[in-house]
């Protein structure tokens, strides 16, 4: 980055010598700060080891002479990797003020995702409602989670979930809540989700240490991405456990659960038993630009009355035909045996070809995506992802066929001031 001030005063360290967190190291007066794609005008600048101090922060991520966004405010103290609380912040669009808020803080650890205004969201297969989700850290290694929704025709729906992990967050990136036993199969996974921006962000996912156990209680959730979905499920108590982490140049992820579960209102409720894992390869090159990748999923469940469970091979190759422009495609195979407990525990496809295109070049992205069962002869899903960069904005939009999903809005272009937030440092390659 660049920094530019009237007055600047750095204290080096003696080497060897560890320093006093209390002590400043670098101070300045009236910066002007390029970073991560952003510009800051700070009127005070403090940076201790382990907490940076901004007063009078006016600052955009836009590259425009004249940027039409701006943000501001009184003070913001950063705690690197762990939150950041602002006082009296505003933003500015066009001219017009909104704001100022008198105090906002959020969390900078990848492992949690805090949002605390309500949204507008949609639910699978029914209308638009809004729905609240916001997850805090009780401390480094407790976290706590909780939500609601409000949809028109369906009883509210809410959750509390409290998850510990022993590992801290700089052991791990990974989220310390488990993944949703409701949520869409191989949702994680670049054949199957056009969200999943590049195959190696999917290893990488499940290459992240993972060692989770959570109790959690959710009433009137919805399935995704299931043969047949339900709205009402309520879960009155579920005990999970999480693990998983590396394996040879591949990752893995394992999750085992006992639940008591409502498929929805006047069901009786099923005690059970589950247990569901992931396994990716490392890529195995057939070329310059060519690789196949190889992932498994399984699931199993244990209950009074069934015994059920399913495998799913997915096989598929990359073709990266150039920089800005990748071709895949993936056969997917699933076998199961048993009885189900509900009917949105199988396998949504379990004989399938998986095909798709990614084009990103300059400010454009186009992601396309398509699925064919062969045991029905037909397209059951076609997903596409259309963004354009504008300044320091990226407004996109994606649509998935199955499970019926849309996504749209304005992405702010901060990802490296993000990632020197979280990490507490630059990442400086040298030049060569």
């Given at each position: ?5 009237d007055?600047?005063?750095?204290r ?33 600048l403090e940076?201790?080891?382990?907490r940076?101090l ?6 955009t991520?836009?590259r ?23 006082q ?28 605390k ?46 998850a ?7 052991m791990t ?24 921006r590049?195959?190696d ?23 995704v991405?299931?043969p ?6 309520n ?33 009786g ?7 569901s ?6 890529p195995?090159p ?42 895949g495609?993936?056969?997917?195979r ?41 045991d ?57």
């Amino acid at each position: 980055g660049t920094v530019e001030a009237d007055s600047l005063t750095i204290r080096w360290m003696e080497e060897g010598v560890e320093p006093d967190p209390e002590l400043v190291v670098a101070e300045a007066d009236n910066a002007l700060v390029l970073v991560g794609g952003a510009r800051l005008e700070i009127g005070r600048l403090e940076i201790q080891k382990d907490r940076w101090l901004t007063r009078n922060v006016r600052g955009t991520v836009s590259r425009m002479d004249r940027p039409a966004m701006w943000f501001e405010a009184e003070e913001v103290e950063i705690l690197p990797g762990k939150t950041a609380r602002t006082q009296k912040i505003s933003m500015e669009i066009g001219g017009v003020k909104i704001g100022p808020w008198p105090a906002y803080s959020f969390s900078l650890d990848n492992r949690v995702n805090t949002f605390k205004l309500p949204k507008i969201n949609r639910r699978p297969d029914s209308d638009y409602g809004l729905a609240w989700t916001h997850e805090h850290l009780l401390s480094e290694h407790l976290a706590v989670q909780a939500g609601w929704g409000l949809y028109p025709g369906s009883y509210p729906s809410w959750d509390l979930t409290f998850a510990y992990s022993p590992l801290s967050s700089n052991m791990t990136s990974a989220r310390i809540f488990p993944q949703s036993d409701l949520e869409e199969r191989a949702r994680d996974g670049w054949f199957n989700n056009i969200r999943i921006r590049t195959p190696d962000g999917e290893r990488e996912r499940l290459q992240r240490r993972r060692v989770t156990y959570s109790l959690s209680t959710r009433w009137n959730r919805s399935t995704v991405g299931r043969p047949i979905n339900f709205d009402s499920v309520n879960i009155p108590l579920d005990a999970a456990v999480e693990f998983g982490g590396p394996s040879g140049g591949g990752g893995w992820l394992a999750q085992a659960r006992l639940q008591k579960l409502q498929k929805s209102h006047g069901e009786g409720f099923v005690q059970r038993a589950t247990a569901s894992g992931s396994l990716i390869s490392a890529p195995l090159p057939l070329g310059e630009k060519t690789e196949l990748r190889a992932r498994g999923d399984l699931f199993s469940s244990v209950s009074r009355g069934n015994d059920y469970g399913w495998v799913r091979g997915e096989l598929g190759v990359v073709y990266r035909a150039a920089e800005h422009l990748t071709f895949g495609m993936a056969y997917v195979r699933g076998v199961a045996g048993g009885t189900p407990d509900f009917a949105f525990d199988p396998l949504f496809s379990s004989n399938a070809g998986h095909i798709r295109f990614d084009y990103k070049s300059g400010p454009y992205t186009f992601r396309w995506l398509a699925k064919y069962d062969f045991d029905l002869n037909s397209w059951f899903d076609r997903e596409y992802e259309l963004a354009i960069v504008a300044d320091g904005f990226e407004p996109f939009i994606a649509i998935r066929q199955q499970p019926d999903e849309i996504h749209f809005g304005i992405r702010v272009r901060m990802d490296e001031l993000q990632q020197i937030l979280q990490k507490g440092k630059i990442d400086r390659t040298p030049e060569r």
